[in-house]
């Protein structure tokens, strides 16, 4: 073969993402990088697609629903959470006349 591979490159793609390294800390306090890990439909990415491990899956879901419950992120689809709700009964009684 000889020792000339300049022009050779990998022909494998990593499993996971390099953007985040395994010491990476997913904060609940910021929801610009957790909003990449939810779908249009208000779903957690599972880590087959979102490219984590399976640690960092679970901090990234337990920063999710931390941040949700902080009201940093939505709950469901923009759909879901401007639905229009039917008018509520006023608890004010009325009288027959």
Request: charged letters at 30%.
């Amino acid at each position: 073969m000889g020792g000339d591979e300049k022009g050779m490159k990998k022909n494998y793609r990593s499993k996971f993402r390099p953007d985040y390294p395994a010491e990476f800390e997913f904060d609940y306090k910021d929801p610009v990088t957790l909003g990449r890990f939810i779908m249009e439909s208000g779903k957690i990415v599972p880590s087959r697609i979102s490219k984590l491990s399976s640690a960092q899956q679970k901090h990234v879901a337990a920063a999710i629903r931390k941040a949700r419950s902080l009201a940093l992120l939505p709950n469901g689809t923009e759909a879901y959470d401007t639905f229009e709700r039917p008018e509520t009964i006023s608890p004010k009684p009325f009288s027959v006349e």
